[in-house]
Nanobody, 115 residues
Framework: QVQLVESGGGLVHSGGSLRLSCAASGFRVSSNDMGWFRQAPGKERELVASILTSGITSYADSVKGRFTISRDHAANAVYLQMNSLKPEDTATYYC?????????WGEGTLVTVSS
């Protein structure tokens, strides 16, 4: 059974940093294109960062230059380093395969950025 557990969220001031973690079980993150998504209140869930099996990364324009996605094959985990956080980054963050497989969604981790 596939399980994705996100952690590392919290309350941070504008300009601060957080590192999110996503622990995977039931499948190998190294064998899948992975992504970090976020959903702000009243908005659609959006893909903010992805890492392909090749290691190529891509980012939404809104986070480019501030967020970095990475993965650890041994830990079977994916990470999102978030720097220079802004109030508009406030959202619940989720990891999933890049296409967002419906039955893989976890509970997410809440990030709140105060101004």
């Amino acid at each position: 059974q596939v399980q994705l557990v996100e952690s590392g969220g919290g309350l941070v001031h504008s300009g601060g940093s957080l590192r999110l973690s996503c622990a995977a079980s039931g499948f190998r993150v190294s064998s899948n294109d992975m992504g970090w998504f976020r959903q702000a209140p009243g908005k659609e869930r959006e893909l903010v960062a992805s890492i392909l099996t090749s290691g190529i990364t891509s980012y939404a324009d809104s986070v480019k230059g501030r967020f970095t996605i990475s993965r650890d094959h041994a830990a079977n985990a994916v990470y999102l380093q978030m720097n220079s956080l802004k109030p508009e980054d406030t959202a619940t963050y989720y990891c999933n395969v890049r296409g967002g497989r419906p039955n893989y969604w976890g509970e997410g981790t809440l990030v709140t950025v105060s101004s």
